[in-house]
């Protein structure tokens, strides 16, 4: 069984602040994607970023960036000089197992005040 | 290029009456998804087809659930008889194919509120 945990059920910030969503996940394959989305008020999950259990390397896109981690089986996700447009949940995911079925987290409510 | 499409977006039934939501995937998207998201939590997978065939059915409540994809294109999720725990959002998504790199596309969700 595969299992996604996202701690932070909510984290307010005031813009321009960065902030870090912490993702934890358990799996017993060996290959595997990780994925976040953002699901914005409007409800419609949006793809952010997709890595291969065997890519390590930290990744930059923007203000975006996450750290995958396999040792302590982590995904992190940070947000550098938050806007009140980042507002919306974030969701964790992970890819595997029978049916290469995508698993969620609980997500992360990110609230970014002017 | 056209994303997901799911309707109704709004339904509001009482408990014991049917219901069915629709689903049409990205055109050429041979994977299809429902997930029910109830408020405050991340969404869940109810079942996964891959074409007109079931991979992954082992969530769906099939005492009430069912779900079909008869032309290996678009697809009816039905409730029936609903229970007020079934009020949730039901989203569709999509993919290409079924690998484990496969992202999904996500459809705007159903949103079910049974009285």
């Known amino acids: 069984a595969q299992k996604v945990t996202q701690a932070q059920t909510e984290i307010s910030v005031v813009e321009k602040e960065d902030v870090t969503l912490d993702c934890v996940y358990e799996?017993?394959?060996?290959?595997?994607?990780l994925f976040w989305y953002k699901q914005p008020p409007s409800g419609e999950l949006v793809f952010l970023i997709r890595?291969?259990?065997?890519?390590?390397q930290n990744e930059i896109s923007g203000r975006y960036s996450w750290n995958f981690q396999k040792s302590t089986s982590s995904f992190n996700f940070t947000i550098t000089a938050s806007q009140v447009v980042d507002s919306a949940v974030y969701f964790c995911a992970l890819r595997g197992g029978a049916g290469n079925m995508l698993t969620f987290g609980g997500g992360t409510r990110l609230m970014v005040k002017p | 290029e056209a994303g997901v499409a799911q309707s109704p977006r709004y339904k509001i039934i009482e408990k014991r009456q049917s219901v069915a939501f629709w689903c049409n995937p990205i055109?050429?998207?041979?994977?299809l998804y429902w997930y029910q998201q109830i408020l405050g939590q991340g969404p869940k997978l109810l079942i996964q087809f891959q074409n007109n065939g079931v991979v992954d059915d082992s969530q769906l409540p099939k005492d009430r659930f069912s779900a079909e994809r008869l032309k290996g294109v678009d697809s009816t999720l039905k409730i029936q008889p609903a229970k007020l725990e079934d009020s949730a959002v039901y989203l569709c998504a999509s993919s290409l194919e079924q690998a484990k790199s496969e992202k999904l596309f996500f459809g705007s969700g159903t949103q079910l509120s049974v009285l």
């Open positions: 799996t017993r394959d060996t290959t595997y994607y």
């Open positions: 055109s050429g998207h041979a994977t």
């Open positions: 890595r291969n259990s065997f890519d390590e």
